[in-house]
Nanobody, 123 residues
C-alpha cells in the first residue's frame, strides 16, 4: 500500500510559477513510476507528466512540454512538479499518482492516487 500526499498548490498570477510536491509512504518508492494528473472544473482528468522509478525517463503531455518539469528524490520518497509560465487554463486540481511501470501512468490507470491539491491561476 502506498499513500500519497500532495502539497504546494495555491493561487498564482498568470506567468508565475509553482512547485508541487508529493510525499509517498512506504519503503518501495523507487520501484514505482510516479506521475501527475489534473482535473479542471467540468473536464475529465488528464495526464500531465510521469517519471520512471529511477528517474531516468520522463514523459509529458504535449501542452505541458517546456513549461512543466517532473523530478523525484528517492531518498525523500518525494516527486515534484515544477510549473512555470502558468496560464489560467492550468487551473485545476492536481493529483499525484503511482504505478508499477510508467505505462500505467501514461495510460491513466495508476495503482494509487493522492487526494489532490488545488492550483488556481489568475489572469
Amino acid at each position: 500500500q502506498v499513500q500519497l500526499v500532495e502539497s504546494g498548490g495555491g493561487l498564482v498570477q498568470a506567468g508565475g510559477s509553482l512547485r508541487l510536491s508529493c510525499a509517498a509512504s512506504g519503503r518501495t518508492f523507487s520501484t514505482y513510476a510516479m506521475g501527475w494528473f489534473r482535473q479542471a472544473p467540468g473536464k475529465e482528468r488528464e495526464f500531465v507528466a510521469a517519471i520512471t522509478g529511477g528517474g531516468g525517463n520522463t514523459y509529458y503531455a504535449n501542452s505541458m512540454k517546456g513549461r512543466f518539469t517532473i523530478s523525484r528524490d528517492n531518498a525523500k520518497s518525494t516527486v515534484y512538479l515544477q510549473m512555470n509560465s502558468l496560464k489560467p487554463e492550468d487551473t485545476a486540481v492536481y493529483y499525484c499518482a503511482a504505478g508499477i511501470g510508467a505505462i500505467k501512468l501514461r495510460t491513466g490507470v495508476p495503482d494509487y492516487w493522492g487526494q489532490g491539491t488545488q492550483v488556481t491561476v489568475s489572469s
